[in-house]
Structure formats: structure tokens, C-alpha cells
């Protein structure tokens, strides 16, 4: 079965430091996104992209994160000077189309914890 | 900003039993999916309401999506120790691709 690839599975980093968070979503899928999970909270959503452009981000995505889709297959989401407050599992998420349609469902990533020290 | 709340925050039963959690948006959705979520895990699709007033069987579960398109729930009848986890609905508003996730309802079971 298709499945949505994240690495690393693991990041521990310093305060201030860049990270990259990569994803591979199924290859038939034109919709991506991230979420993100501080430990025990909810879901949240930061962003979606679709045909190469950002469609939605929410007021979490601020100037520190940035999206690209490098190659065709990678999706990445860049944390420029990570903050304490941005430790969280991150999920990759694609979709083959734009949720609106009928049983059309988000694939989630097995998720990349990043810590930040 | 929409806000979809859900209770309870936590629920524990022993198996056997039926397990319901409850989801409500502060705005009218266009549709809601439901996960789950088990410890350590990913969000995994269950289903997806669309029509108001619509409700969806799969085996045990029952899910059902309000009159008004606001709110939502699921029903698990007969718990089984497999069915552990966090179930998180996620509603949808027209024209926007995110997803609201509820605060998730955290199924534990007494074998």
C-alpha cells in the first residue's frame, strides 16, 4: 500500500539552528500538506501546497518556515531558527485531490519528532 | 478563527463496552473526517461525512454528522482492546483545504 515517507523520524536540535524536515508524499498525489503535534495536544494544520505554490497556511507559519518542492518527489518544510516552542511532532500529509471531494481522505506521515534543546 | 472542540477529553472503559466522543464546530463545515490515532502513531483516516443529517457505519463504528452540519460524533459499540487510541474529528469549512482537528478523545480499555 502507498504510503507518505517522513525523515528523519527523530531531530534534536539547537535553539537557533536550521532544520529541514523531508517528506515523500504517494506519487499520484497533487495536495500537501504539514501539521504539526505538540506532545498530548491536537492536530494542527500550518500549510498546503498544490501545483508548486503555497494554497493555505495557517497563523503558525510565520517567516521562520518555508515549503519546496524540490525535485518532483520531495516535500520539505525548513524551520529557519528554530525556537524552543517549535519541539512537536511534524506530519506530512498528501491527498490526491483537494479534500473537498467526497471520500477523499489525507494520508499522514509516520511523523518527524523534532526536539529543540 | 474556527474552532472544532470535542469531548471527552478522555474516556476509559472496560472492553466490552460502548464508547462515544463528541465533536462541535464553531462554524458550518462543508465535511468532517474522522482519525485515529494510536499511541506513538500517525493520524489514520476513518471516514469522511459530507450531507447534513448523514450517518456512516463501519462494523462497530457509527458516525454521524449533525442536522446543521456543526457537529459530529462517533459511536463504538462493544469495545474491543484494539480499539485504543486518540480519535480526533477534523472539520473542513467550503473553499479552505485545511483541516480542524478537535483535541481528540483518548480511548483506554479494561480487557
Known amino acids: 500500500e502507498p504510503e507518505v515517507t517522513q525523515t528523519p523520524s527523530h531531530q534534536v536540535t539547537q535553539m537557533g539552528q536550521e532544520v529541514i524536515l523531508r517528506c515523500v508524499p504517494i506519487?499520484?498525489?497533487?495536495?500537501f500538506y504539514w501539521y504539526r503535534q505538540i506532545l498530548g495536544q491536537k492536530v494542527e494544520f500550518l500549510v498546503s501546497f498544490y501545483n508548486n505554490e503555497i494554497s493555505e497556511k495557517s497563523e503558525i507559519f510565520d517567516d521562520q518556515f518555508s515549503v519546496e518542492r524540490p525535485d518532483g518527489s520531495n516535500f520539505t518544510l525548513k524551520i529557519r531558527s528554530t525556537k524552543l516552542e517549535d519541539s512537536a511532532m511534524y506530519f506530512c500529509?498528501?491527498?490526491?485531490?483537494?479534500?473537498?471531494?467526497?471520500?477523499?481522505?489525507?494520508?499522514f506521515g509516520q511523523g518527524t519528532r523534532l526536539t529543540v534543546v | 478563527g474556527q474552532q472544532v472542540m470535542q469531548i471527552p477529553q478522555y474516556q476509559h472503559v472496560q472492553e466490552g463496552e460502548d464508547f462515544t466522543t463528541y465533536c462541535n464546530s464553531s462554524t458550518t463545515l462543508s465535511n468532517i473526517q474522522w482519525y485515529k490515532q494510536r499511541p506513538g502513531g500517525h493520524p489514520v483516516f476513518l471516514i469522511q461525512?459530507?450531507?447534513?443529517?448523514e450517518v456512516k457505519k463501519q462494523k462497530r463504528l457509527t458516525f454521524q454528522f449533525g442536522e446543521a452540519k456543526k457537529n459530529s460524533s462517533l459511536h463504538i459499540t462493544a469495545t474491543q482492546t484494539t480499539d485504543v487510541g486518540t480519535y480526533f474529528c477534523a472539520g473542513r469549512v467550503t473553499g479552505a483545504q485545511k483541516l480542524v482537528f478537535g483535541q481528540g478523545t483518548r480511548l483506554t480499555i479494561n480487557p
Open positions: 506519487s499520484n498525489h497533487l495536495y
Open positions: 461525512l459530507v450531507k447534513s443529517g
Open positions: 500529509a498528501s491527498s490526491e485531490v483537494d479534500l473537498w471531494f467526497m471520500n477523499t481522505e489525507a494520508f
